[in-house]
């Protein structure tokens, strides 16, 4: 059990900063449209081009935290990603 537990814990990190860079892609992309259209809100921008065309599913990084809580019995330890 120890052993997969450090697997979800490797896993959970390397999937936050995934996360944080593709939101930062995300947002780098939001910008350069909303330089074209000013008029428009940042954040119906991203409703538009992001949000509902890639769909809901379910958040993998939270699903993997509570399995390795049902494994151990703690909460997985958050760190900060930067």
């Known amino acids: 059990?120890?052993?997969a537990v450090g697997r979800l814990?490797?896993?959970i990190?390397?999937?936050e900063?995934?996360?944080k860079v593709a939101h930062d892609i995300f947002d780098a992309h939001i910008d350069d449209i909303r330089r074209q259209?000013?008029?428009v809100p940042w954040s119906t921008l991203k409703t538009c081009e992001i949000a509902t065309p890639a769909g809901s599913s379910m958040d993998i990084v939270k699903g993997l935290k509570i399995l390795r809580e049902k494994f151990t019995g703690e909460p997985y330890p958050d760190k900060?990603?930067?």
């Open 9 to 11: 814990d490797d896993t």
């Open 17 to 19: 900063k995934l996360h």
């Open 37 to 39: 259209n000013p008029g």
């Open 80 to 82: 900060e990603t930067k």
């Open 13 to 15: 990190e390397q999937l």
């Open 1 to 3: 059990m120890a052993r």
